[in-house]
């Protein structure tokens, strides 16, 4: 069975496939996560796309556990909860009072920093990847998660332009990153990156 088999499912079978994985007994609750993404993104799609926006996610979720094999439930957690700060209304006290002090510093590390005055989407984003190096192996796992999602996704999302810096953010900020946490992710992220170029 192949991790890429998430690609061809509807959100409920993402959603029981990662339930298979990790089961309902989990501290912190992986369940619950998949329920704060789904309750906080209602009514959000994808950029291009008319897919539910938790679908990613919960993609992101799946891609930890069957690509890089990792199924501790902190990650899991983080990477269902990971753009609640960004997207949507939800503090990071909100997500640590629920899920602990594990998840709310992984989210944490992985909400982008506001834009400086004057600063771009690239130059921003190049700035946290820097960051992001010193957030530990978690945060840069499920990141990778999250980027090869987003990559493997991002057609009809970006302009052509942006679809190059994106490509760029991603070779330059975050798979010198990846190689050094996990080797099936730096693969898979080389991949896409190298197709997409």
């Known amino acids: 069975m192949s991790w890429k088999e998430i ?16 089961g309902t007994d989990t501290w912190p609750p992986v369940h619950d996560a998949i329920v704060m993404a789904s309750e906080r993104h209602a009514g959000q799609t994808r950029k291009g796309k008319s897919e539910p926006y938790v679908t990613h996610p919960v993609r992101t979720a799946l891609i930890l556990c069957e690509l ?20 949507t209304a ?20 992985l909400t982008f920093p ?10 921003r984003n190049l ?9 530990g192996r978690d945060a840069q796992i ?9 990559l493997l996704t991002m057609e009809g999302a970006f302009t052509p332009e942006r679809a190059v810096e994106y490509l760029r953010e991603t070779r330059d900020g975050l798979i010198p ?15 896409v990156v190298g197709a997409g170029e």
């Open 142 to 150: 499920v990141k990778s998660a999250d980027r090869l999602d987003n």
């Open 177 to 191: 990153l990846t190689l050094a946490c996990n080797t099936a992710l730096y693969h898979a992220l080389v991949e």
């Open 68 to 87: 890089a094999e990792l199924k501790g439930a902190a990650m899991l957690c983080a990477a269902l909860l990971h753009d609640l700060v960004e997207d």
């Open 114 to 123: 506001p834009l400086k005055p004057g600063e771009s989407k690239l130059a």
């Open 90 to 109: 939800t503090t990071l006290d909100e997500i640590e009072d629920r899920f602990g002090s594990q998840v709310g510093d992984l989210v944490r590390a």
């Open 7 to 22: 690609y061809s499912l509807d959100l409920d079978r993402l959603q029981k496939r990662l339930i298979d994985h990790v």
């Open 127 to 135: 700035r946290y990847f820097e960051h992001l190096r010193w957030e």
